[in-house]
């Protein structure tokens, strides 16, 4: 049974990649996950927890009367205003999962690592993913899950509504971000227009695919469905 | 259990004998740390991690075309604090009142049998006025001081002999480089706001925290030497404590 070591999963904001995990976390039994989705026992490494925890360090360091680095506050969350600073998040990966995992063979036994990310902008993915090092890329294998801006934009609004009927601390990307950074990407052009295939990034041939997440799917065997036929697709290429 | 220090700081320049300190209290038996020296089994917040991460960090913004914002490689894979990245400083005693507020207050189980260590180095003109005055007085309220006085010249031998001493074991070796060292940390105002006293109370925020200022020379590792040194110093300390 082939098992995905590093499986990338990337795509916009609220385009279902945390509906994803929490479906392989939580709709199947570790035994299924392998065998249906190639998927181990996981962990998860998601840049969004570096970006907060900075974000909340802005706030320290306005309160002492210094500029923020990375952010502004936003109504609903924050809103990335310094660019590079998603070159800087990208770049935290790679030292990070070769000091955490790869050098631990045996985790690599029968768990699967989540690698988790959203980029924006013309250059979006090319810029990010030639950023990752040989090591990383060499076990990895990419999930890009596609949906257009106007669904990314109405689901990110519909989670935030939703979160709020059960916390006041909910957030959701703000419009200023999701018009200005994630309205655009480059996954069509780095991939060719192909559904699916091998990139070839540092000299790496990294398979991947592209999985259509429209219309949503919130449960049941359609969903069950996508994720296999992407899945089975992307194994076959590893 | 009773008769044990709720929050212990462990303040002194860099390679004063801090770490060392910590290290013999780790080797100690729960029983006999208590009874001997007043510390139950303990937790330690330290902000030399976070002022590390921030110099890693560095390593990151200069790797995509961008300024260090808080630090030098004054030498090969060691970096150190540059002058005009002094901000950081505060930045981490708000980083001591998040941690302790968030992680320790607010389990007071933590505190039966257990001492929370809270370990850092100041220096330059009002170093530890301006540290302490930074922290909430709940974190304040449950503290004692213990300072580790060596002086400059010692604090800076000892700093290249355990750079030196860990180089024969690790390529990951680190010192306070001389210009970090001698920026920041040539001078501190500790003998300043203790009057100059071997122990007593300082005031912050209305909290009245005792405090010892032990000399930590000459140095040695020998236990018959340091127990007894470490001994004096806490034993006096708890008196004040627990008054």
């Given at each position: ?238 | 259990m009773k008769n044990i220090f709720q929050h212990l700081f462990i303040l ?21 740390r208590a009874g001997k020296f007043h510390i139950g089994?303990f ?62 207050l607010?389990?007071p189980?933590?505190y039966k049998d257990h001492t929370l260590f809270i ?9 530890y006025?301006?540290?302490l005055?930074?922290l909430k007085p709940e974190v304040l309220k449950k503290s004692a001081i213990l300072f580790v006085l ?40 500790w003998l300043?706001i203790t009057h100059n006293e071997q122990n007593g109370y300082i005031t912050f925020h209305n909290v009245k925290i005792p405090f010892v200022t032990m000399n ?12 007894p040194r470490y001994g004096n110093a806490l034993n006096k300390l708890w008196e004040l404590y627990d008054k």
């Open positions: 049974m082939k098992k995905f070591d590093n499986l990338i999963v990337i795509g916009r904001p609220a385009c279902g990649k945390s509906e994803f995990i929490y479906f392989m976390k939580n709709k199947v039994t570790d035994a299924e996950r392998l065998e249906k989705f190639h998927i181990g026992q996981f962990e998860e490494v998601d840049d969004f927890v570096w970006l907060w925890d900075k974000c909340l360090e802005d706030d320290v360091w306005e309160a002492l009367g210094h500029k923020r680095l990375v952010s502004k506050k936003s109504d609903h969350a924050y809103f990335i205003d310094n660019m590079k600073f998603w070159d800087f998040l990208i770049e935290k990966f790679s030292p990070h999962i070769e000091a955490k995992y790869l050098v631990r063979p045996e985790f690599y036994k029968n768990k699967t690592l989540l690698i988790e990310f959203a980029r924006g902008k013309d250059d979006a993915y090319k810029n990010a993913l030639w950023r990752f090092s040989k090591k990383v890329l060499e076990r990895s294998a990419i999930l890009f899950i596609d949906v257009s801006f106007e669904e990314s934009c109405r689901k990110n609004e519909a989670r935030y509504r939703e979160k709020l009927k059960s916390s006041i601390l909910a957030h959701k990307v703000p419009d200023e971000e999701m018009n200005g950074y994630y309205k655009v990407h480059d996954w069509k052009d780095v991939t060719d227009g192909k559904p699916n295939g091998r990139l070839s990034i540092n000299g790496i041939n990294v398979p991947f695919v592209t999985m259509n997440n429209e219309p949503e799917l919130k449960e049941g065997p359609e969903l069950e469905l996508r994720y296999k036929t992407a899945l089975d697709k992307l194994a076959k290429l590893v | 002194g320049r860099p390679a004063s004998g801090k770490s060392e300190f910590i290290d013999f209290m780790k080797k100690a038996a729960d029983a006999e089994k937790a330690e917040v330290d902000d030399f991690l976070w002022i590390w991460e921030k110099f890693m960090e560095d390593d990151i913004w200069e790797k995509i075309g961008e300024k260090r914002l808080y630090s030098k490689e004054y030498m090969p894979g060691n970096p150190g604090m540059t002058p005009d990245a002094e901000r950081l400083l505060m930045f981490c005693m708000h980083k001591f009142n998040e941690a302790i507020t968030k992680s320790y607010p389990n189980e933590f370990e850092f180095a100041r220096g330059r003109k009002d170093a006025k301006n540290a005055t930074a060596t002086t400059r010249d010692e604090s800076w031998r000892r700093n290249v002999a355990r750079y030196q001493e860990k180089q024969k074991h690790s390529i990951l070796a680190h010192m306070v480089p001389k210009e970090t060292f001698g920026h920041f940390y040539g001078e501190h105002d300043d930590n020379e000459p140095e040695s590792v020998d236990p018959k030497v340091l127990e």
